[in-house]
């Protein structure tokens, strides 16, 4: 039992009271209010200036892979290397810290920070180790692969439309495929070393309360069943989103929530021109994107979903799935009302147009990265008008907009920031289809 003094302690409730002491107990919030008023009980424990600091409670991250940001954050991060040669002395460097490994997964390549001024490709990858490497893309929605390892791939890896095998790369349902593949080899207990050490770098960070979406194509799903248990043991709240279609599944574990990325993507990204939009890119008029399910069958699962009383979270970037998330949203709680759902759009960066959908769902929400919450064009701008509230807050209507990081594709932390967006909303007023199969960006 603790008694924090000397402190501006903000509430952080609508009518965000401020108190200067705190009272703690087993590990959870006690009693706040002024010291002169401190309860008897108190009197006696022990005190803590914190030297007339501000004190708030922690940030919530509304949106991460915690697990995947584990893995790789026990691996190689190749987003600081200047050009090929450096990342390809990364890889390395790695391998001689860990001579006995079999496999190398490693993240964050982009076309925009090497010299080279593309992504690698197979061959590249080829001159720089001679294991099974994969790296996933820095959006965290596409990777590629060296020989040695597409050597490996199942067939409905290589037989995938969105594998192109002269690349190496891997997008849309080739990619989570791949991905599934290859966590299957990597053991969970591998990971929990690292799941220590970086929910850590998130206590550090202020980030006291977590929503992770987990199940990567493990054995019998057992790194949902991993951070379903080591979470009690972590400094964080941690509220656990199964990425599974088979509501059964969740059901069977008692877990409250269902979806997130992986099998509950409606669309690509941007950084592979697969959003789905409701006109071309503006550099390939030929391409709209794709959506990954037609609207009924999101409509099915959400209403699954819904009846069982479970929150659901679907990833949607382009307009047009954020579209189809709506419609899913309204079309099951249509069939089962619920006022307290909490669905969630994930992302959610360009709007449809309210010529085309209403907003979300009363008591909807969408977790997103801040640097997309200012500028002139930003999706802020929009979503005041759409969502009818800033970030962080819930609207007349019971919608909240909320930060969120994505780890690990961003390293962005969930708090407000400067860095304005460049994505803007789409000016068309006609939807056309997507395109089944787009180009796939290289």
């Known amino acids: ?45 022990r005190r803590v200036d914190l030297g007339g600091r501000c004190a708030v409670p922690a940030f919530g991250d509304t949106h991460m892979h915690f697990e995947s940001y584990a893995l790789f954050g026990s ?35 982009s076309a925009h920070t090497v010299a080279e001024k593309r992504l690698p490709r197979r061959q590249d990858l080829d001159r720089m180790v001679t294991v099974p490497l994969l790296i996933v893309k820095y959006d965290g929605h596409a990777a590629v692969a060296n020989s040695a390892l597409i050597a490996q791939f199942p067939p409905e890896v290589t037989g995938d439309p969105g594998f192109d095998p002269e690349t190496g790369w891997l997008y849309q349902n080739a990619f989570y495929r791949g991905v599934h593949h290859i966590t299957a080899q990597v053991p969970p207990l591998a990971v929990l070393g690292s799941m220590t050490d970086d929910a850590q770098r998130l206590a550090e ?20 069943d991993t951070i379903r248990f080591t979470r009690y043991g972590l400094p964080q709240a941690f509220r656990v989103f199964f990425q599974t279609m088979e509501v059964e599944k969740v059901k069977k574990r008692g877990m409250e929530r269902i979806g997130g ?88 960066y360009l709007i449809p147009l309210p010529s085309r959908t209403g907003p979300p769902p009363w008591g909807s929400r969408s977790p997103s990265s801040p640097p997309s919450w200012t500028g002139p064009r930003s999706r802020g701008t929009t979503w005041r008008r759409y969502w009818g509230t800033g970030p962080g807050r819930s609207s ?38 997507p395109s089944v199969s787009p180009p796939w960006r290289r």
Not at 12 to 21: I, L, P, S
Not at 405 to 410: A, I, K, V
């Open 1 to 45: 039992m603790r008694v924090f003094v000397n402190a501006i302690f903000h509430s952080c409730e609508e009518e965000d009271r401020v108190f200067t002491a705190l009272a703690e107990e087993k590990g959870r919030v006690a009693w706040v209010g002024e010291e002169a008023e401190l309860p008897p009980r108190f009197q006696k424990a």
């Open 75 to 109: 691996t190689v991060d190749v987003r600081e290397a200047r050009d090929f040669a450096q990342m390809g002395e990364l890889l390395r460097a790695y391998l001689e810290r860990h001579p006995k490994a079999k496999f190398l997964p490693a993240y964050g390549c």
């Open 205 to 224: 960070r202020g980030i006291g309360f977590v929503h992770t979406v987990e199940g990567v194509g493990y054995k019998n799903d057992i790194d949902i």
């Open 261 to 348: 990325c992986f099998s509950l993507a409606l669309d690509g990204c941007f950084g592979s021109e697969d959003a789905a939009l409701s006109r071309p890119y503006e550099n390939d008029p030929g391409n709209t994107g794709f959506l990954a399910y037609s609207q009924e069958e999101v409509n099915a699962f959400c209403v699954e979903a819904n009846r069982a009383g479970r929150q659901i979270a679907v990833h949607a970037i382009g307009d047009l799935a954020v579209e189809q998330a709506i419609v899913a949203f309204e079309t099951s709680l249509a069939d089962c009302p619920r006022l307290d759902h909490r669905h969630t759009i994930i992302h959610a």
């Open 396 to 433: 007349p209507c019971g919608r909240c907009w909320t930060g969120a990081s994505s780890f690990p594709p961003d390293r962005t932390p969930p708090a407000p920031s400067p860095t304005p967006s460049k994505v803007s909303t789409p000016a068309a007023t006609t939807p056309t289809p």
